[in-house]
Structures are given as structure tokens and as C-alpha cells.
């Protein structure tokens, strides 16, 4: 609903201003975007495996941990 959407967008204008002043995130906006991304993502992955474990389990070694350069993790 429209009520819902801008209390979504009031909320997302909070949490920036937080950042701000709790965290000194000068820029808060792009990691807000990028999650709002990855959870789009992980919504659309939790539709598609209908939130089976198994799937679930290897869309997160597929999307996450395959993706993770053991040569250089820590480094």
C-alpha cells in the first residue's frame, strides 16, 4: 500500500541519518541501495526453492561461499 511504501521510505531516511551521526558513515545512501539489492536477491532465491533447505543451502554455497578466493581471503 501506498501508507506502507512511505513509511518504508521515511524508515530508510532514518537509518541513513543514524549511520550519519551514530557510525560517521559519510555516505550511507549506496550501502543502504546495495542491501535493498541483495535482499530483492535473496527474496527471489527463497521464491524460487520455496525455502527448501537443501536449495537454500546451495543457492548460499553457489552465491556466497563459491565465490569467496581462498588464495586471498585475509590477506
Known amino acids: 500500500t501506498d501508507q506502507l511504501a512511505?513509511?518504508?521510505e521515511a524508515d530508510l531516511?532514518?537509518?541513513a541519518q543514524i549511520a550519519r551521526d551514530r557510525h560517521?558513515?559519510?555516505e550511507?545512501?549506496?550501502i543502504i541501495a546495495r542491501y535493498q539489492e541483495l535482499l530483492k536477491?535473496?527474496?527471489g532465491?527463497?521464491?524460487e526453492t520455496g525455502g527448501d533447505r537443501q536449495a537454500m543451502t546451495e543457492a548460499l554455497q553457489r552465491?556466497?561461499?563459491d565465490k569467496v578466493d581462498l588464495a586471498s581471503y585475509g590477506q
Open 13 to 15: 531516511e532514518t537509518l
Open 24 to 26: 560517521g558513515v559519510a
Open 63 to 65: 552465491e556466497v561461499y
Open 45 to 47: 532465491i527463497y521464491a
Open 28 to 30: 550511507p545512501e549506496p
Open 6 to 8: 512511505g513509511f518504508v
Open 41 to 43: 536477491k535473496w527474496e
